[in-house]
C-alpha cells in the first residue's frame, strides 16, 4: 500500500462502516432517481429487469446484478481512499472486470436484439403487458424459466454463475477492507471464472437463437 505523507494509511472500523453506508446511500439515491424521473416504473425499481411483455429477463437481470455490486464497491473502496488523504479517481480497474462487465452489457444487449428480431419476423410470439390473461392463469417464463414456464438450463447456468461470481468478488473487495488495502482499487476476477461466466452467457445467447415459437393462427371469422 502506497503511504501518503501527512495523511492517515490505516482506516479505523467506524470508517470502514461508514464507507459501506456511503456505498447503499448511493444506490439508494439512484433509486430514487429512477422512482422520480420515471412514472413508468416509480419505486418499483425491480421493473428494471423486465421486459416489454412484463416478465423478468434473465439477461436484464444479470446486468443490473453485476452494475449495482461495482458501483457499491467503488463507491466504498473511493470512500476509503479518500480517507486516506487520496481523492483521485479510483485509476486500477482490471480488464478481467470491464470484461465481466462487457460481457453482461453485450449479453443484455444482444437478448433484446434476438428477442425484437423474432418477433418482426413472426418467428416466435410474446404478450404485451396489456394483454389480458385467462382467469386464474398467470404469466410464463422469468429468471429462470421459458416462456412456456418450464426450467431453462442456459437460464440457470448464467444466474448460478452470476452469483458465484459476485460473491466471490464482494468477498474479495471486503478481505480488501478489512486489511487495509485500499489504495490497491477494485479486485480482479480470475480468469477461469471469467471464461466460465462468458460461456454461460454464450449458450444463453445461443438458446435464444434457436428458439423458435410462432405466433398461433388466427381464430377463423364468426359464421
Excluded at 478481505?175 to 461466466?197: A, K, R, W
Aim: positive net charge; proline residues 7%.
Amino acid at each position: 500500500m502506497v503511504a501518503i505523507v501527512g495523511h492517515p494509511t490505516h482506516v479505523t472500523t467506524e470508517w470502514k462502516w461508514f464507507a459501506v453506508l456511503i456505498g447503499l446511500g448511493v444506490i439508494a439515491l439512484i433509486c430514487a432517481f429512477i422512482a422520480v424521473t420515471t412514472k413508468t416504473i416509480g419505486w418499483r425499481v425491480w421493473k428494471l429487469v423486465e421486459g416489454a411483455d412484463g416478465v423478468s429477463s434473465t439477461s436484464k437481470f444479470q446486468w443490473l446484478v453485476w452494475l449495482t455490486v461495482i458501483l457499491f464497491s467503488y463507491t466504498v473502496l473511493w470512500v476509503l481512499r479518500a480517507r486516506t488523504g487520496d481523492y483521485s479517481a479510483i485509476s486500477s480497474v482490471p480488464a478481467n472486470l470491464l470484461t465481466v462487465l462487457g460481457f453482461s452489457t453485450a449479453t443484455a444487449v444482444g437478448a433484446k436484439g434476438i428477442t425484437v428480431g423474432y418477433l418482426q419476423s413472426n418467428r416466435i410470439s410474446k404478450p404485451t403487458p396489456a394483454t389480458p390473461t385467462a382467469p386464474g392463469a398467470s404469466r410464463t417464463g422469468g429468471i429462470l424459466e421459458d416462456d412456456t414456464g418450464t426450467p431453462e438450463l442456459a437460464k440457470i447456468q448464467m444466474v448460478a454463475f452470476t452469483f458465484i461470481a459476485v460473491g466471490i468478488f464482494l468477498a474479495t473487495v471486503v478481505h480488501e477492507i478489512h486489511t487495509n488495502q485500499v489504495q490497491m482499487g477494485l479486485p480482479n476476477i480470475d480468469s477461469s471464472l471469467l471464461v466460465l461466466m462468458g460461456i454461460s452467457q454464450g449458450g444463453y445467447l445461443g438458446k435464444k437463437l434457436v428458439t423458435i415459437n410462432p405466433p398461433p393462427p388466427p381464430s377463423p371469422p364468426a359464421a
